[in-house]
């Protein structure tokens, strides 16, 4: 029986520091470790799902081991993360702030393992039985290598009738506007599920307005997906062929708590 679901991306050691200080003021950092589609894999299989991840991290390194282990721990198969010599693991600095100050986030991970990775390097039967694969628009910020990867991984995942979602997830700091929409207009029409930002929308696709309007936009990007449509505080709206959902957010309790919500960061936060 193959994985519900197998994620494709970086792990990354994340070195924080603690609120409200900041990073040059640290004195020690608080550590873990963190990644977008490992985020995703270690949730789903704390719902009960059997998931994998297909990744790369240094051998003979501590907080390799760990991550794996942390993996693990949470129901995630690790098989599919190759730990080649002679690589480091990707680093980033956080510093959380009180308003009006910013959080800052400053990355430490050029060559480490998973931008050195190729579609050669990925074991690609543990896609054979699987129900979903699931990517985002990070792994190919990461150089030519990783962009190799994740056109492999979409044409993989077609050869085995196997779905694809992806989250843009656009981050400035790896790559342009320019250059994401040059590659995502690419893959987008392999995509069965769509995940984007209002903001990324605009930024990568020059995609604006009501959200109807930008679901539209992208049906023309992505004819096959189901699009989800974040709105931050606004919540969501979703495009599934011709049917349109909006998801208001939860309601708020006198505390301040969302009622019935959960954080989406498992293993680290989504900024990774």
């Not at 994340?14 to 004195?27: D, G, I, N, T, Y």
């Not at 990517?135 to 910020?141: E, K």
Request: aromatic share 6%; proline share 7%.
């Amino acid at each position: 029986m193959g994985f519900d679901l197998v994620a494709l991306g970086e792990v990354m050691l994340r070195l924080s520091a603690p609120p409200p200080e900041r990073l040059e003021q640290a004195v020690a950092l608080n550590v873990q470790i963190g990644g977008s589609e490992a985020n995703v894999a270690a949730a789903c299989a704390r719902l009960g799902m059997r998931t994998a991840l297909l990744s790369a991290l240094p051998a003979a390194h501590p907080w390799a081991d760990r991550a794996v282990r942390e993996l693990i721990s949470h129901g995630v198969d690790c098989s599919g993360v190759r730990r080649p010599d002679g690589v480091r693991m990707g680093l980033y600095f956080l510093e959380y702030a009180p308003p009006p100050r910013p959080v800052r986030i400053h990355y430490d991970r050029r060559d480490s393992a998973a931008s050195r990775l190729v579609a050669d390097d990925i074991d690609w039967s543990i896609l054979r039985g699987a129900r979903l694969l699931h990517l985002s628009g990070i792994t190919p910020a990461l150089g030519e290598g990783p962009r190799g990867v994740i056109r492999r991984a979409i044409a993989e995942a077609a050869a085995a009738s196997v779905p694809v979602s992806f989250d843009v997830n656009y981050r400035s700091r790896l790559w342009t506007p320019k250059e994401a929409r040059q590659f995502l207009l690419e893959v987008l029409p392999g995509v069965r599920y769509l995940f984007v930002g209002s903001d990324d929308a605009e930024t990568v696709f020059e995609l604006r307005g009501a959200p109807s309007a930008v679901l539209k936009g992208f049906r023309a990007l992505a004819p096959r997906a189901t699009v989800a449509l974040t709105l931050g505080e606004a919540g969501c709206a979703v495009l599934d062929d011709d049917a349109e959902w909006c998801q208001r957010p939860a309601k708020q309790s006198r505390s301040g708590s969302a009622i019935g919500s959960q954080r989406s960061a498992v293993i680290g936060p989504q900024s990774s």
